[in-house]
């Protein structure tokens, strides 16, 4: 039996989308994650790499909220939401 270590990291890219799904803007995502809006934007524009904790913070804040984060399988890692 095989155990898959659960995804933590998402990239840049997959946050932006994600929020695009949510019709979230960075400031809806500061309050609902309490991530202050500048770590979103330097985050998502790959300006910085935040701490584990922080983007762990940020993913499972977007998953409450409806978003499944698909790993990379060939094609890229992507999102969408939950029906």
């Known amino acids: 039996m095989k155990f898959y270590?659960?995804?933590t990291k998402i990239t840049p890219a997959q946050c932006r989308a994600a929020r695009s799904l949510l019709g979230w803007r960075q400031d809806?995502?500061?309050?609902a994650s309490?991530?202050?809006k500048k770590t979103i934007a330097d985050f998502e524009r790959g300006a910085s790499k935040p701490r584990e904790a922080t983007i762990s913070t940020?993913?499972?804040t977007l998953e409450e909220a409806g978003i499944i984060f698909i790993q990379e399988n060939g094609e890229g890692p992507g999102v969408r939401l939950k029906k």
Request: charged share 40%.
């Open 34 to 36: 309490s991530v202050t």
């Open 28 to 31: 809806e995502l500061e309050a």
């Open 58 to 60: 940020i993913k499972s």
């Open 5 to 7: 270590k659960k995804m």
